[in-house]
């Protein structure tokens, strides 16, 4: 879907774990202006936020609890690899920067990328 609304002049943008470098690879080479945005967090940050979050926006919830005592094998991270990108556009430590940031931060590599004139 994410291909057919980019070449129709839509930006999109998809919220996924995408564990596999091979995902991500295979989206850029169908994808003409994919950005990739790599959120860093160590995975006791997730947990620990995990913890003590009271809304999920419809998220699956207790998703890292599960996963630690085996009822959630296909975790990435956990029951299954996560493999980091490699050569990311933007990267951002959530766990250094409030969300505003990272999004100001994203929202600039955006900006540099695609809409800065050369």
């Given at each position: 879907i994410a291909k057919?609304?980019?070449q129709n002049d839509v930006n999109v943008v998809i919220d996924a774990t995408g564990n596999l470098r091979r995902y991500r690879d295979n989206a850029?080479?169908?994808i003409p202006k994919f950005m990739e945005a790599y959120l860093e967090c160590?995975?006791?940050v997730c947990i620990e936020r995990e913890s003590k979050r009271t809304e999920t926006h419809h998220a699956p919830q207790q998703i890292y609890k599960r996963a630690l005592e085996g009822k959630a094998p296909t975790m990435p991270g956990i029951g299954q690899p996560y493999e980091p990108p490699i050569n990311p556009?933007?990267?951002v430590n959530t766990?250094?920067?409030?969300p505003e940031?990272?999004?100001?931060?994203?929202?600039e590599a955006i900006l540099c990328k695609w809409y800065t004139k050369t």
């Open positions: 057919l609304l980019a850029r080479k169908q160590p995975l006791e556009e933007v990267t766990a250094q920067h409030t940031q990272a999004a100001q931060k994203i929202l």
